[in-house]
């Protein structure tokens, strides 16, 4: 079935390959429908509450705050149906500032991250648009990238710098578009130099999805033209779905001079053994961006560079 796409974007902007079609699992087994509405119903109420109480836990600690939203995050996954996993250096805080950077799979990943490492994420300027998710995302401090101004990337790289620099933690999924998980794309850099700037570590991040603690699955993926509520269906409609979190050994801000290779060493650490769970064959190499202008993919929340 072929893909196509609502809107071209710039040629500079990142995509991935991956779309239903190609990607989603076999038929795997699904709750009774009354479980759904109960996991849907679950997870507004958890939403709301979330929304609710957000001015009274700003007027607290920052170490209280942050365990206050990890466990708001970790509730509205586990409301929704999923089972969460943390492994490797949860309990670890760094002091002061970090660059916290995880592969890229579905709108759940940004609560997952939070769950962990709770900061400032780093988010498409188009999010400050959506409903309630707007509201909550500027409440949160989010750094904003407007993807369609080139020219605006110093100045974000410089906002995140000074953010880590005051002791802040910024969360980036520099993949800059969603992966179905199966394959990674590479990380964009601007972000690592951000955190070379304010000579912080990076925190890499792994995130991935299984079905009964044991094969792997595409069914969380937020991918292609999928909407958030195709996502959300089958998600909530998922029996035994799974998120894996691991948080990997910190780099350290001397250990590389260089962004680039900085991203490729945090790249390799998320990816792994490298090694993809699926056939390649199913998902085919990324296509490059035509003589009309068209681009293979819609891109979701994340930062790129050059």
Same mark, same amino acid.
């Not at 958890?46 to 007027?59: D, K, M, N, Y």
């Not at 939203?69 to 586990?78: E, G, N, P």
């Not at 995140?160 to 179905?180: I, K, L, N």
């Not at 269906?233 to 290779?261: C, F, N, Q, S, W």
């Given at each position: 079935?072929s893909?196509?796409v609502?809107?071209?974007?710039?040629?500079?902007l990142?995509?991935?390959?991956?779309t239903?079609?190609?990607?989603l +699992? +076999?038929?795997v087994p699904?709750?009774p /429908?009354?479980?759904?509405i109960?996991?849907?119903?679950a997870?507004l109420v958890v939403?709301?509450? %979330?929304?609710v109480?957000?001015?009274? &836990?700003r007027?607290?600690s920052?170490i209280?705050?942050d365990?206050?939203? !990890?466990l708001?995050?970790r509730?509205?996954v586990? &409301?929704?149906g999923?089972?969460?996993?943390?492994?490797? %250096?949860?309990?670890?805080?760094? !002091?002061?500032g970090?660059?916290v950077?995880?592969n890229?799979?579905s709108w759940?990943?940004i609560p997952l991250?939070?769950?962990?490492r709770p900061?400032r994420?780093?988010a498409?300027?188009e999010v400050?648009?959506?409903?309630?998710?707007?509201?909550?995302?500027?409440r949160g401090?989010?750094?904003?990238?407007d993807?369609d101004?080139l020219?605006?990337l110093?100045?974000?790289v410089?906002?995140m710098?000074a953010?880590?620099?005051s002791?802040?933690?910024? /969360?980036?999924f520099?993949? %800059?578009?969603?992966w179905?998980?199966?394959q990674?794309?590479?990380?964009r850099?601007a972000a690592?130099?951000?955190?070379?700037?304010?000579?912080?570590?990076?925190?890499?991040?792994?995130?991935r999805?299984?079905l009964?603690?044991r094969?792997?699955?595409?069914m969380a993926?937020?991918i292609g033209e999928?909407?958030l509520? +195709?996502?959300?269906?089958?998600v /909530?409609?998922?029996r %035994?779905l799974?998120a894996?979190?691991?948080v990997?050994?910190?780099?350290?801000? +001397?250990?590389? !001079?260089d962004?680039g290779?900085?991203?490729?060493?945090?790249r390799a650490?998320?990816a792994?053994d490298?090694?993809d769970?699926?056939p390649?064959?199913?998902v085919?190499?990324?296509?490059t961006?035509?003589?009309?202008?068209?681009?293979?993919?819609?891109?979701?929340?994340g930062?790129q560079?050059?």
């Amino acid at each position: 079935m072929s893909h196509s796409v609502s809107a071209p974007v710039g040629p500079w902007l990142p995509s991935a390959p991956c779309t239903p079609q190609l990607c989603l +699992d +076999d038929p795997v087994p699904c709750v009774p /429908v009354l479980r759904r509405i109960f996991r849907y119903a679950a997870g507004l109420v958890v939403l709301l509450c %979330g929304i609710v109480l957000s001015p009274l &836990a700003r007027q607290c600690s920052t170490i209280r705050r942050d365990r206050l939203t !990890a466990l708001w995050c970790r509730s509205v996954v586990a &409301a929704f149906g999923v089972r969460v996993r943390i492994t490797g %250096g949860a309990a670890v805080r760094p !002091a002061g500032g970090a660059l916290v950077v995880a592969n890229h799979v579905s709108w759940l990943d940004i609560p997952l991250v939070a769950a962990v490492r709770p900061g400032r994420m780093l988010a498409k300027i188009e999010v400050a648009a959506y409903p309630v998710l707007g509201p909550l995302a500027a409440r949160g401090a989010t750094i904003f990238l407007d993807r369609d101004r080139l020219r605006a990337l110093p100045g974000t790289v410089a906002e995140m710098a000074a953010a880590m620099r005051s002791g802040s933690t910024v /969360v980036v999924f520099p993949e %800059g578009s969603t992966w179905c998980g199966r394959q990674h794309g590479r990380f964009r850099n601007a972000a690592f130099q951000a955190a070379l700037d304010a000579r912080v570590p990076v925190q890499p991040v792994r995130i991935r999805y299984r079905l009964d603690d044991r094969r792997p699955t595409a069914m969380a993926a937020f991918i292609g033209e999928d909407t958030l509520l +195709d996502s959300l269906r089958r998600v /909530v409609a998922a029996r %035994g779905l799974v998120a894996e979190v691991t948080v990997l050994p910190a780099i350290g801000p +001397d250990t590389y !001079a260089d962004r680039g290779a900085l991203a490729r060493a945090a790249r390799a650490a998320v990816a792994g053994d490298g090694q993809d769970t699926a056939p390649r064959s199913r998902v085919p190499a990324p296509r490059t961006r035509s003589s009309a202008g068209r681009a293979p993919a819609r891109t979701r929340a994340g930062m790129q560079g050059r």
